[in-house]
């Protein structure tokens, strides 16, 4: 799908537009033009190339299939910029990303994205109803957009340290393997997040230091410095939430180490009862013809209560000692 809107200098919104009228408003330098394609295939996004004459190496990091990491292609007429937006699921712990490509030039930003982006809908809802975004030039826009993508950061974030919480009392209650389970996705989802977030922080810093003078005004740097300073505290929030979960394996593996403690404990207590129980019987399992014992008419019970009384007294001298 493929949506476009243009602003023209005296204010009027046209939206739809053809390529002529594409055309047109690219060599006119004037106005701001904005085109977005979603899920678009390649015929039409190397149509659409062919008005804005894009390089094709920009068009085939459009389609690649493997995750790019955030990046800034200066060619010299405009900018093409590689962001990941993000989605969690918290019930699914599963974080999923999207690319946003998007080429900038003095008046006009094209937008490739290949899957739905609430974000996107949201800011072509008020360029239809004649938001300001179209209004402050190309370099704001693209602004727009990559504030709405970070913006989305700050909730992922705030789910999974919920999810990290709701982990770590399960561990300190009932440490079993599924919650371990848990705690190693959760740890790959945040560092996933990570290795998205620091590529996306220096591709914005420079835009917000001023490398790209013919394509964003000076007086739009400041508003790519507010979103790097969004991009830094995310990254803030991402290496706590990355060390709080390396915390929780630690009490995950010192819980499981304490209750394998324990078991040990109870089975040595057991088996130091029993250690003089199997000695007596033992002896007195031994085939010997001359054992005086075996004739006496009290033996049996006599080693039972011999026996009896040393478990007994084998409990009563473990639990002085606390040792169960």
């Not at 007429?77 to 599963?94: D, G």
């Not at 094209?110 to 109803?129: K, M």
């Not at 209004?135 to 990559?146: E, I, K, T, V």
């Not at 389970?181 to 959760?186: A, E, N």
Request: charged content about 25%; some cysteine.
């Amino acid at each position: 799908m493929i949506s476009s809107y243009y602003r023209t200098d005296d204010g009027q919104l046209v939206s739809s537009l053809g390529d002529e009228a594409l055309r047109e408003a690219v060599a006119s330098g004037a106005g701001v033009l904005w085109v977005d394609l979603e899920a678009a295939d390649r015929e039409e996004a190397s149509a659409l190339s062919r008005v804005f004459d894009f390089h094709h190496l920009a068009i085939d990091d459009c389609f690649n299939r493997h995750i790019d990491p955030a990046k800034i292609d200066d060619y010299d007429r405009y900018l093409f910029i590689i962001a990941q937006a993000i989605s969690y699921q918290a019930r699914a712990e599963r974080l999923e990303t999207t690319e946003l490509d998007l080429f900038l030039g003095p008046n006009y930003v094209v937008s490739f994205h290949a899957q739905r982006l609430p974000f996107i809908e949201e800011l072509r809802h008020r360029c239809e109803e004649d938001g300001p975004e179209l209004g402050r030039g190309a370099d704001f826009l693209a602004h727009a957009l990559l504030d709405a993508l970070v913006d989305d950061y700050q909730p992922a974030v705030e789910e999974m340290d919920e999810t990290l919480e709701r982990l770590e009392e399960l561990v300190l209650s009932q440490p079993q393997a599924s919650v371990l389970q848990d705690i190693l996705l959760l740890k790959r989802n945040v560092q996933r997040l990570r290795r998205t977030i620091l590529p996306q922080r220096d591709a914005v810093n420079r835009i917000a230091r001023g490398e790209f003078p013919k394509v964003v005004r000076p007086e739009s740097y400041i508003y790519f410095r507010d979103i790097y300073d969004h991009v830094l505290r995310v990254e803030e929030l991402v290496e706590s939430l990355r060390d709080l979960a390396d915390g929780v394996l630690n009490i995950y593996l010192m819980a499981l180490n304490n209750r394998m403690n324990e078991v040990m404990k109870t089975l040595s207590v057991v088996a130091g009862i029993f250690l003089p129980l199997t000695l007596i019987a033992s002896i007195y399992g031994m085939n010997f013809e001359n054992m005086p014992e075996l004739g006496w008419q009290w033996g049996y019970f006599g080693i039972l209560g011999a026996m009896a009384a040393i478990a007994l007294g084998l409990v009563i001298f473990f639990r002085l000692r606390r040792w169960f």
